[in-house]
């Protein structure tokens, strides 16, 4: 049974730098494309950024490219969201997401409606 995990998050102030990490088990996740969506009450979640299974191709939305860094560790089965320069438009639940590399690349992954796993979601709330 494969399972997704968050951690991080939690109140930040406007500017502040936090990390949401999130693992994966009773998956290869090195076979795993995984990545971020983000949802706020009343709209469609939005995929932020995906990583490919090898993490060498990264995809970002233009709402997050310049001020997020994904990455990921595959022998700690860990994927690592850096979030610089908050503002309080990024308030949102976050969620981690992982779907098998055959199935969809990055950009297929964050720009498609769903992935096949999700994680339970962590609030970032940014204050002014």
């Known amino acids: 049974q494969v399972q997704v995990v968050e951690s991080g998050g939690g109140l930040v102030q406007a500017g502040g730098s936090p990390r949401l990490s999130c693992t994966v088990s009773g998956a290869p996740f090195a076979s795993y494309t995984a990545g971020w969506f983000r949802q706020v009450p009343g709209k469609e979640h939005e995929g932020i950024s995906c990583i490919s299974g090898d993490g060498a191709t990264t995809y970002y939305a233009d709402s997050v490219k310049g001020r997020f860094t994904l990455s990921r560790d595959n022998a700690k089965r860990t994927l690592y969201l850096q979030m610089n320069s908050l503002e309080a438009e990024d308030t949102a639940m976050y969620y981690c997401?992982?779907?098998?590399?055959?199935?969809?690349?990055?950009?297929?992954?964050?720009?498609?409606?769903?992935?096949?796993?999700w994680g339970q979601g962590t609030q970032v709330t940014v204050s002014s």
């Open positions: 997401v992982a779907t098998p590399s055959y199935i969809k690349g990055p950009q297929r992954l964050c720009t498609g409606p769903t992935a096949r796993y």
